[in-house]
């Protein structure tokens, strides 16, 4: 298992991560397999959306904080992240990516983005690599 | 990796993709491990849910449109889809299913779906299968 | 794969499983490698958040509550148990966790909950374990 670590500038955003995937799949020489990402926090996790138009993440971002506000009455939990945390559960902490010929196998307009509700923060996630077969 | 082909029909849907799961198993010989499937898309995701009664997945893409409606004055990205990219990171574009005696491990209502959120397009499933031990 | 069964209380609870597949994972000797988890039920999903302050399982059970009320006029599955369904596809039936060192990867305040949303019920959940390499 690799770590990477990934610096988030605002409480919420989405940031492209997938050079960095792509980096550890090129060290592990793996050429069909997966990839299995994994967010060691409870207030952020991992999406894959379209990379191309920022625009994309940004209204991801927007409508996850319009269907989910930081402050509820009915909240309990006294960090005042309650939002960061329902967030998080819906989005998922981890992801399974397809390797095909030594490269992530995604879309045209895929891009992996770690998915931050609650920064800015310093971020872990772990890649563990599996060979097909 | 086997790719599967997938003929939308509405703008908005679930499709029963369960049998084409089950055939690329077959297909491969493996009798236990897991089946990952990928979405190559950022507008249609895969779920596992009831596939018995058709009004489930009928009520589960009107609830996604309730709460994620088409059209929000606050969104940016200019192609009018933006809801079915928020859709497709809460349903996810992935999913890891796990295979028993060389079929799909499921249980007696689950069946999977390609969930199409901006239809009707051909959409295209990645599928790996890994041997278990 | 093995199969765990768990008790659950409420019609809808997030319930700490985390020793039990820590159990499997003991059981299985592999060191490095992934968990696969799967709920063989369409009403009921996997979810990985905080552990430590229970508000926080409680808060993000309220906040879907919230979002997906049990009754509305428009769901046609005649069971009562629609927004259970629309819970489930959005928390996910499954999850993949890193095994490191014969252990869970999981950070400080993550903990592995069943996401109960129509219960109380016995459900059972599958473990597979792959060993990484």
Redesign the interface.
């Known amino acids: 298992?690799e770590t990477i670590k990934v610096q988030t500038a605002r409480r919420e955003e989405l940031v492209d991560i997938t050079a960095l995937i792509q980096e550890v799949i090129l060290r592990s020489g793996v050429q069909?397999?997966?990839a299995?990402l994994?967010?060691?926090?409870?207030t952020c996790g991992i999406?894959?959306?379209?990379g191309a138009?920022p625009?994309?993440a940004?209204?991801?971002a927007?409508?996850?904080g319009?269907?989910?506000p930081r402050e509820?009455t009915?909240?309990?939990?006294?960090?005042g992240n309650?939002?960061s945390?329902?967030k998080?559960?819906?989005?998922?902490?981890?992801?399974?990516?397809?390797i095909?010929s030594g490269e992530l196998?995604?879309?045209?307009?895929?891009s992996v983005f770690l998915?931050e509700f609650d920064g800015p923060r310093v971020r872990?996630v772990?890649v563990?690599?599996?060979?097909?077969?």
Chains 1, 2, 3 share one sequence.
């Open positions: 298992m069909e397999g997966v299995h994994w967010s060691f926090h409870t999406t894959v959306n379209e138009d625009d994309v940004r209204d991801i927007w409508k996850l319009d269907l989910i509820e009915a909240y309990r939990h006294a960090e309650s939002d945390h329902v998080t559960s819906l989005v998922n902490p981890g992801a399974t990516l397809l095909n196998a995604l879309g045209t307009w895929q998915a872990k772990g563990q690599i599996a060979k097909a077969g």
